[in-house]
């Protein structure tokens, strides 16, 4: 314990006496743990299982198919979506949404946004946090309730407020209730893409896009093993086509849970974001460790006069390392505080203008695994920048330095 109380006492005497040193080694610090940090929740949102895709492990999406001949067939038709419901029935909660951009007024404004037109089961399946209010019920479709769910940045800018339940939109004329606001999620975790808005199917009228197909997400029950959700799901699509004479090239091993299907498509990301990462350790360590090499060498004297007193090369080392890590730890904070406020900004000035400006690239920290790999990160940092400089002036003779001889 005294061994601790005298490296932080050393590094706090050195740090005051060389305050611009450590201005610089902080600042840079911080700079590179705010990108390191955004890396880190990009990583970790691109991997599955993040709100709302919390259940992408059991989730399986019916996009668009083909037939065995290669033919492109297309999504599910609306007209006879109910069949291919009912083939469905051993899963409890199977979504339907279709998307549309559409013009909105609200608040006596006129904005552009991008509209899902949902069935009660899509609050089900993907696991949204609502803010205030509550999602459409399956009672609220069937009475054809006009109620919509919006994001907390679509609330803030239609009306000014983050709580707007109980106000009212109105698109394809026909005015909707606020019945719910949903904190927005991330664009690389959103099951519905760039949607800000979302209603009840039953109110779909499909323009201006013309398709009138849905997106259909089936969640399957926890107690029933992935090959037999598979085998069943491949069952009812088959027959869905067959009863439109065609024949679609969909067996149970072609099926994947949306989790395998972001890990799949998104290697490549992965691996870029581990460069960049990498790339954002190094760059900003190496500006520290020319600056740290000349700043141990003003402290040679000192540690050789600790070395005359006992001192040894590992406590010569140790004493420089620390006051690096301690220089990397408050850099690494700062810059964790300021990630979300420095994307929120990269945000605005990318996105500003259009309807893109209400989408989250990043909707908050998931600090319990960002600290996971933020401390490790810092460990790495303060070895590249402050190591070399450590072991170097840890090394040289006692007698050399004294002299004032080569450095």
């Not at 024949?247 to 490549?268: A, C, E, H, R, Y």
């Not at 992965?270 to 900003?284: C, D, H, S, T, V």
């Not at 007193?309 to 810059?335: K, W």
């Amino acid at each position: 314990m005294k061994k601790i109380t005298g490296y932080l006492q050393s590094t706090f005497y050195n740090l005051r006496r060389d305050k611009l040193y450590a201005l610089f080694c902080i600042v840079s610090t911080a700079l590179a743990f705010i990108f390191v940090t955004l890396i880190l929740q990009l990583i970790r949102i691109n991997a599955g299982n993040y709100p709302p895709m919390t259940n992408a492990d059991r989730i399986i999406r019916l996009g668009s198919f083909q037939d065995t001949e290669g033919k492109w067939l297309g999504e599910i038709r609306s007209v006879d979506v109910n069949a291919l419901l009912e083939s469905l029935n051993d899963f409890e909660y199977v979504s339907l949404y279709h998307q549309n951009a559409i013009n909105i007024v609200a608040n006596g404004h006129l904005h552009f946004s991008s509209v899902a037109f949902a069935n009660a089961d899509f609050w089900k399946v993907f696991d949204f946090e609502f803010l205030y209010g509550q999602p459409f019920s399956k009672e609220d479709c069937t009475n054809r309730k006009t109620a919509v769910v919006i994001t907390e940045s679509i609330s803030q800018s239609y009306f000014n407020t983050a709580n707007s339940v109980g106000k009212t939109v109105k698109f394809q004329q026909r005015e909707y209730e606020v019945v719910g606001v949903v904190k927005a999620p991330s664009i690389f975790a959103t099951p519905t893409d760039i949607c800000t808005v979302w209603a009840p199917y039953v109110f779909d009228k499909f323009i201006p896009n013309g398709s009138y197909t849905y997106t259909v997400d089936i969640l399957t029950p926890p107690a029933m093993p992935v090959d037999e959700s598979k085998e069943k799901i491949a069952r009812a699509v088959q027959q869905y086509f067959e009863s439109r004479n065609e024949k679609v090239d969909f067996p149970p091993q072609k099926i994947k849970t949306m989790s395998l299907s972001m890990n799949t498509d998104g290697d490549m990301f992965q691996y870029g974001g581990m460069a960049a990462l990498f790339l954002f350790l190094l760059i900003p360590a190496l500006n520290i460790l020319s600056f740290g090499v000349a700043n141990t060498s003003n402290r040679a004297e000192e540690i050789a006069v600790r070395k005359t007193f006992g001192a040894s090369r590992i406590h010569s080392f140790l004493l420089i390392i620390a006051e690096n890590l301690m220089l990397t730890v408050i850099g690494a904070v700062i810059g964790l505080a300021l990630a979300v406020p420095v994307m929120n900004v990269i945000q605005s000035n990318i996105m500003q203008g259009s309807f893109m400006g209400n989408i989250a690239l990043v909707s908050g920290i998931d600090y319990g695994v960002i600290f996971i790999g933020v401390l490790p990160a810092a460990i790495i940092f303060s070895l590249l920048s402050g190591g070399i400089p450590a072991y170097r002036i840890a090394k040289r003779p006692v007698a050399q330095v004294l002299k004032g001889g080569s450095k």
